[in-house]
């Protein structure tokens, strides 16, 4: 089961106090679940269990955001995979988690590649952590990374482990080179040995 979260209540929490309770409160896991909201993020995405709970933690805290900020927020990636993986048990996210906890609806956008919406979120994203600093404090690096060192989002697809490899671009470099060495190493040898 996914253990409430700790986050502490800061002086610039003020008026949300009750909001920060309610989302702090939350278990994302449906009572009849065989596996736990947390080791399934974990097992999707391949993260360590400690660096899992810590993602957790950090989308309670962007949901917290969202209604006590006063302005639109943008997640980091990891805290994205959170939401995307909240979204997929709809019930509990609209009716319970929606309704009764942030006492609003948190849709999730879709980029739609116009001009413009990169900049835009961007610029909502380095929103999002001056505001995160003013509740929360500095945000772990790891998760929040800096606006400044941001590239567009990853390039993601899904991949049948079972029936495919997957390799690091450098790695499968370094084996094409590996191989081409051993070629070329074998043809020299048969050239000199049917010279000689």
């Avoid at 019930?91 to 942030?102: A, G, M, T």
């Amino acid at each position: 089961m996914t253990e409430p979260s700790s986050i502490s209540s800061e002086p610039e929490i003020g008026d949300h106090r009750e909001l920060l309770r309610r989302v702090t409160e939350y278990s994302f896991d449906p009572p009849d679940a065989r596996e736990t909201f947390e080791d399934r993020l974990r097992r999707e995405n391949r993260w360590p269990a400690d660096f899992t709970r810590r993602v957790i933690e950090e989308y309670r805290r962007f949901t917290f955001l969202f209604a006590a900020a006063g302005h639109p927020v943008a997640p980091s990636d990891a805290v994205d995979q959170a939401w995307h993986l909240h979204l997929l048990y709809t019930r509990r996210y609209w009716d319970d988690f929606c309704k009764q906890v942030l006492q609003k609806p948190l849709h999730h956008e879709p980029a739609t590649g116009i001009a413009g919406e990169f900049d835009k979120l961007a610029d909502w994203y380095a929103t999002t952590l001056k505001s995160y600093r003013r509740f929360f404090g500095e945000p772990p690096a790891d998760i929040w990374p800096d606006p400044q060192n941001r590239t567009p989002k990853p390039q993601y697809r899904r991949v049948d482990i079972i029936r495919s490899f997957i390799l690091p671009r450098k790695t499968l470099l370094a084996i094409v080179l590996a191989t081409a060495g051993l070629w070329i190493a074998w043809v020299v040898i048969w050239i000199a040995w049917h010279r000689g």
